[in-house]
């Protein structure tokens, strides 16, 4: 299938990357239990993925025929190896450009037993290489990580991937608001002095991070961007976020921990 092939910016963090011990899964117990700690006692990561699951019902009358799933940006396939475990699910392909990660992702799909129904390759959100059309597209903790001038060819990318009743499940997301850019400019003037090593300026206080490539959408931005990607959007908050530790009220301040399900619209 074609795709938009340019070539794709990857943060510097996942470019070499070394990986948290979490994220190291090996084919020992210990490794998969570790990350089990990670992503459902450290973090709500699962607890919130969960919750996700829930709402999209995989169940449900409209994924009769069962699906193909498409994980874009699925590090260390933890995500896929879940949906892989339905029985609804025929396979899925594991996507990410990292080789650190994805190395990992065959013992996490070995310890989930589904080992049969992961397809992992290495893509981008430019160059996701899979050859069919699919059911669904996740989009777990990774579309933060897409830089705005990517945005456009990863949507026109999935609307090619979709089947024609497909559907784009947006996870592990956040958003800020106006309280998280007035942090970041008291920051500013704090770090005064030293400002030229904060990664923004005050011109774009929400500059992405530079390093791990991170941006801070508002829920505006990100409403305006769907729809002007053609996708209609049902956005759901969490309560709480994604660190279930140390985070003191500052700042939790302007963060808001959020899913989205996503449809294309009609042309
Ligand atoms: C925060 S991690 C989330 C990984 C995984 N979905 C999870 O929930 O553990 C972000 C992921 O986006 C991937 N990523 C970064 N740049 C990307 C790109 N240009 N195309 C696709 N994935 C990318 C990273 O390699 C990383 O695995």
Not at 201 to 212: G, K, T
Request: proline fraction near 4%; aromatic fraction near 14%.
């Amino acid at each position: 299938m074609e795709t938009k092939n340019a070539e794709t910016k990857i943060a510097p963090r996942y470019k070499d990357e070394k990986l948290a011990a979490h994220w190291q899964v090996d084919d020992t117990r210990e490794s998969f239990d570790r990350l089990f700690y990670h992503l459902n006692v450290t973090t709500n990561i699962k607890p919130y993925f969960d919750e996700v699951l829930a709402r999209l019902n995989l169940n449900d009358d409209r994924f009769a025929q069962g699906l193909v799933v498409a994980d874009i940006g699925a590090g260390v396939c933890w995500s896929s190896a879940i949906l892989a475990s339905h029985p609804k699910v025929k396979y899925v392909y594991a996507i990410d450009p990292s080789i650190n990660r994805l190395k990992h992702a065959r013992f996490v799909a070995k310890h989930f037993g589904v080992e049969h129904k992961l397809k992992i390759q290495q893509g981008t959100f430019l160059e996701p290489k899979i050859s069919e059309k699919v059911d669904l597209v996740l989009l777990n903790g990774s579309l933060h990580h897409c830089c705005n001038t990517e945005i456009p060819g990863l949507f026109s990318n999935i609307r090619q991937l979709l089947k024609p009743k497909g559907e784009v499940l947006i996870a592990g997301e956040h958003y800020m608001d106006w309280r998280w850019t007035v942090k970041r400019l008291l920051r500013y003037f704090y770090h005064f002095h030293d400002r030229s090593t904060l990664g923004y300026s005050l011109s774009n206080l929400r500059a992405p991070q530079p390093f791990s490539g991170d941006h801070w959408r508002s829920r505006r931005e990100l409403e305006r961007m769907f729809k002007a990607n053609g996708f209609t959007a049902e956005f759901f908050v969490h309560k709480g976020l994604f660190s279930k530790n140390e985070f003191s009220f500052c700042r939790k301040l302007g963060w808001h921990c959020y899913y989205a399900i996503l449809w294309p619209e009609r042309l």
